[in-house]
């Protein structure tokens, strides 16, 4: 008789969430307990958590596998110390002295701000607050910025201009489906956060309209009412000339904007100096697809326009985010059930990472690190005096731009610049120029490979701590395995470099009662979190922000009845459109956009290492229509070399009738000869300092030997 061994024992499911894209999906996480730790590293399983409502159990590819990165040899396991130009292995006590040397060494010879810190938004909330008191109170330095400004800084600024205060999203994702007409400018929903394009699919199943604005007939553009498709870089054209047709056409809420707006006559007339034929011209959008799309939105009871890194990652993104504000603020889609304008956050807290410390201009809770109430009421928290403080330093591109120069040491927290930042080349080089680089993170990014001390982090699934969602939902991801050996959280890093610095106290490692700290840092700020505890957290699933007590509900929906202006109006933007920084010339004929594919995450690093996830997208391409594959003579899987003004990428081609024939796309996944951002331009929005990722002029050629078909396609 043959005998089945029992099945190995596991633990309760822990609920917690993805570590990947804003949605911060639920899920949970079973861990076997007869082998926690063998050479495979830790047995663990992801479940689904139907219960917790953004997702509903749902999960991505990306969600489903996300265990596998914390598997023995995918993962660092020990911190790295760089001895005659080779990273070896090295106990924490010798990695931890030489990091507190390199800054002492360079602060003494060059002064406090020679020091810089570059954060991640995949930090939870408790990380990116300790990071940005580390910075300021530890090392006294002005000069800490975040990736998270290539993500949605220049929504969020469009954001506190037109409503006074920065939310991704001012209403719950449960309110997508019952709006009447949502317009999605520059996201694919499709691949960016999958289990989201049910709030989608849910609004046309219930008789609703959607419009989808994207260069690339992309899979969230399949699912649309109506597909506009225009030329990169001219989203702010077709914003004013959309609006100067709701105008025109006599859809104006007269009553909504004359009591619950201000501006409105200089953002008429500068919409009506942009003429429906004009607007054709420049973006190559049709009157007629115009003026539907504006029938559609204007003519629904409720409305929702939603913006991703399209039209934000634009060297004039805080105009074009303003025009699509001002598009729902003149037909009265704002302040109102089912209706207003909302940012899609890309990164796991994106949201969070921005409110509490991590950009340069601000301290937590959205406080201004020039406003002297703000600063005394955070210096009080802290315990230091508000002059010792220092102010605002540097945006992320402008201090990556002066590293070796200005800024002689930096630590960068969870981060990959050398894939991730425009000119991407030059980044890597003022790298490469440091006196001094630390980099803590899960992985061994290529940004790591690069760095003098390597700190090993823990990862989600060991470490508890909050991350605020798309939604300024407040959620707790729960720990439910400890560290392996040699691997130390970010807090307990923190902790040991503050003490070595000569800061004792003031930096814990426990994470809730870092964010009993970061409750009283926010308490009376635009980002209050005073009545979010943990225990609340998981009993209501998640809490809105602000929540300035604990009786206090949350704020799932803001501006229902004032916006957060000193006058409780909203504000129109008085903007007008100009061309991209770089347009196409003799020289270079094309536009190039960026972007991502459903089964790789931002710069790779941790995906990259998934084998189910590679074999869906092992690697990068470029995508040209079939006219323009014609003209340069180009087949299906041709090795292509990608030529920009600040580099040059290789990468077979993928002919596809679904992209503009003036355009081409490749995604940023990658480091080596298929990086994208090798190409892209760092030209800076004036306000948000956003650089302009989505367009730039290149030329394309064939390269070399064609790839197979099927390896070209498999992210298909």
């Known amino acids: 008789m043959k005998h089945t061994a029992p099945a190995p024992e596991r633990t309760a499911v822990t ?348 301290l937590p809770g959205y406080r201004s690190i020039t406003d002297p109430a703000d600063r005394a009421h955070v210096a009080g928290v802290w315990g230091v005096d508000p002059e010792s403080l220092p102010g605002p330093g540097r945006s992320a591109y402008e201090l990556l731009d002066v590293l070796g120069s200005e800024v002689r040491s930096l630590l960068v927290m969870g981060s990959n610049p050398v894939v991730s930042a425009p000119r991407a080349a030059h980044v890597t080089e003022r790298l490469e120029s440091l006196d001094f680089l630390v980099v803590s993170d899960v992985v061994l990014s290529e940004t790591a490979e690069l760095a003098d001390v390597v700190l090993p982090s823990a990862q989600w699934a060991e470490e508890t701590g909050t991350t605020t969602n798309l939604e300024g939902r407040v959620i707790l991801r729960q720990a439910a395995l400890t560290p392996p050996p040699g691997v130390r959280t970010d807090l307990s890093t923190l902790h040991h470099l503050a003490a070595r610095l000569g800061v004792g106290t003031g930096f814990p490692t426990d994470p809730e009662t870092v964010f009993e700290e970061l ?32 009786a206090h509900p949350g704020t799932p929906r803001l501006f229902l009845e004032r916006f957060a202006t000193p006058d409780g109006r909203a504000r129109f933007a008085d903007v007008a459109h100009r061309p991209a920084a770089e347009e196409p010339d003799a020289e270079y004929p094309l536009y190039l956009t960026t972007g991502r594919v459903l089964a790789q995450y931002q710069s790779g690093a941790q995906t990259r290492r998934v084998e189910e996830l590679n074999r869906a997208a092992p690697g990068p391409f470029v995508e040209l229509h079939p006219h323009l594959a014609a003209r340069l003579g180009v087949s299906e899987g041709d090795l292509l070399a990608v030529t920009s003004r600040r580099g040059r990428a290789e990468a077979p081609a993928r002919v596809t009738a679904s992209i503009r024939s003036d355009t081409v796309f490749m995604p940023f996944h990658w480091a080596g000869a298929g990086r994208a951002n090798s190409l892209t331009n760092p030209a800076l929005d004036p306000t948000s300092r956003m650089p302009e990722f989505k367009v730039c002029a290149v030329r394309v050629e064939r390269a070399g030997s064609p790839v197979p078909a099927a390896v070209v396609r498999s992210a298909s």
């Open 15 to 362: 609920d917690t969430h993805c570590p990947y894209c804003a949605l911060q999906c639920g899920m949970g996480l079973s861990v076997g307990t007869a082998a926690i730790r063998d050479v495979a590293g830790p047995d663990v399983e992801v479940v689904e958590r139907t219960a917790f409502p953004v997702n509903r159990g749902a999960l991505c590819g990306k969600g489903r596998t996300a265990a596998a990165v914390l598997r023995t040899g995918v993962r660092l396991s020990a911190p790295l110390v760089r001895d005659g130009g080779v990273l070896r292995e090295a106990g924490w006590d010798e990695a931890l002295d030489r990091v507190t040397g390199g800054f002492r060494t360079v602060q003494e010879k060059y002064g406090r701000d020679a020091a810089g810190i570059f954060g991640g938004g995949g930090l939870t909330n408790e990380k990116a607050y300790l990071l940005g008191k580390f910075a300021r109170v530890v090392l006294g330095t002005s000069n800490i910025d975040y990736n998270g400004r290539f993500c949605m800084s220049s929504a969020a600024a469009a954001h506190r201009k037109a409503f006074g205060i920065d939310r991704g999203l001012p209403f719950p994702l449960e309110d997508i489906p019952r709006t009447g007409c949502a317009i999605v400018v520059g996201s694919n929903l499709a691949d960016t956060m999958p289990p989201a394009l049910r709030y989608l699919t849910e609004l046309t199943d219930n008789g609703g309209s959607l419009v989808v604005i994207d260069p690339r007939r992309t899979r969230t553009a399949e699912q649309a009412t109506l597909h506009l498709q225009p030329v990169p870089g001219t989203d702010l054209a077709l914003a004013l000339g959309m609006l100067h047709l709701a105008i025109a056409d006599g859809h104006v809420d007269e009553a909504f904007v004359a009591e619950r707006t201000s501006g409105f006559e200089a953002a008429r007339a500068a919409a009506m100096a942009h003429w429906p034929e004009r607007v054709e011209r420049i973006t190559g959008v049709p009157v007629p697809e115009m003026r539907r799309a504006v029938e559609m939105f204007a003519g629904a009871a409720s409305g929702m326009v939603l913006t991703a890194r399209g039209p934000e990652q634009q060297s004039k993104g805080t105009d074009t985010v303003g025009a699509w504000i001002n598009l729902c603020l003149a037909t009265g889609k704002a302040g109102r059930p089912y209706s207003g304008y909302g940012c899609l956050t890309g990164q796991g807290n994106g949201q969070g990472g921005r409110e509490h410390g991590q950009k340069a201009d601000q």
């Open 519 to 550: 409750r009283a840092a926010t308490a009376g700020a635009q980002a209050d979190y005073a009545g979010i505890t943990y225990d609340r957290i998981r009993r209501e699933d998640g809490v809105f922000w602000p929540c300035p007590d604990a």
